[in-house]
Each structure stands twice: as C-alpha cells, then as structure tokens.
C-alpha cells in the first residue's frame, strides 16, 4: 500500500474531519493537524456568529496550513479541514509536494446528521448555526477534479473505521 503523504479530510462542520483525520493519522502512522486551530480568534469569533468566512478571510488561513505542509516535507501528515471549495482545495494542493503525493477525502453527510452531531459537541466555535453558510459554500468535487486532482468523495455517516478504509482505499497510488 502506497498512500500520498499528505491526506486532507474535508467537509463540512459536523462531518467528522476531526474523528476521521485522528483515527486514519493512527492506524497509518502519520501526523496529525487540525486546521482549525490555525484560524484566528477573529476567524472562531465570526464562524460562532454563524458567519460565513470570505474567500479573502480564507486565503491567508489556507496559506497557513499550507507553510506548514511546505516546511515540514519529510513528515507525513493527515489534515482535517473543509476545504469546501475548489479553489481551496487548490491552494492546499499547491506547494513543494508534487500534486500526486497529496489527497483530498471529502466527507459528504445529510444535514440533518451535520445539525445532530454539530448539536452534541461542546466548546467548538462551529455550531448548527454555520451549517447554512457551509453548505452554500460547499462545491462537490467534478468527475475531472476527482480524476485530476485525487479529490475523492467518501460517506460521512459509515462507521468510522469504514471511512478509514474506504479513505485508504480511494487515496492508495
């Protein structure tokens, strides 16, 4: 099995980037971030609002994450964050690592899932509230993106050792 070094779990909140990412940097032995804490207080304070984050708000977040991929290329890393956008998904595949050793799973869950699990965690900015903007937001990776990019699409509501399977399996080269 030869995976990327870097796996990105996106989605919305509520999808289980976090549990996911946690659970597959574990069994495959890679490190873990979460790229949630490397938005600002500003940021965390706007998203509780339940306002949505602008691209020109994202960028310079995106651009963190994407310093510590760069400078860190010899470690391997699974990375939970929405990258709810093509051009997001972009910009976290840009950069030294050639595009090929980089994945990008996407956690797809109903919203109505998103709303329960969103509802049950405590002391995390994203709230139900911010549902509504992610999902206006959230741009499904196209057939040519899945196939170009290694953008894949995974079932948020599996079980979660499922999802690491099914997320090993879809990023393998």
């Known amino acids: 099995m030869?995976?990327?070094?870097?796996?990105?779990?996106?989605?919305v909140c509520g999808s289980g980037k976090s549990t996911i990412g946690k659970e597959l940097a574990e069994r495959i032995g890679?490190?873990?971030l979460d790229a949630d804490d490397l938005h600002t207080d500003e940021a965390k304070a706007k998203m509780g609002r339940a306002e949505s984050l602008s691209d020109a708000e994202r960028m310079p977040w995106l651009a963190r994450i994407s310093e510590i991929l760069n400078a860190n290329t010899d470690e391997?890393?699974?990375v939970a964050c929405s990258a709810l956008k093509r051009k997001y998904r972009s910009a976290l595949l840009n950069g030294k690592r050639s595009e090929r050793d980089k994945?990008?799973?996407?956690?797809?869950?109903?919203?109505?899932i998103l709303r329960q699990r969103t509802a049950q965690r405590r002391g995390h900015f994203a709230n139900t509230n911010l549902i509504p903007s992610q999902l206006d937001d959230l741009e499904l990776p196209s057939q040519n993106e899945q196939e170009e990019s290694r953008v894949v699409i995974v079932d948020g509501t599996q079980k979660v050792d499922e999802i690491v399977e099914e997320s090993i399996r879809k990023t393998e080269n």
């Open 103 to 112: 994945a990008i799973v996407m956690l797809v869950v109903p919203e109505e």
């Open 30 to 32: 890679y490190a873990f």
């Open 76 to 78: 391997k890393f699974v």
């Open 2 to 11: 030869v995976l990327p070094s870097v796996i990105i779990i996106g989605g």
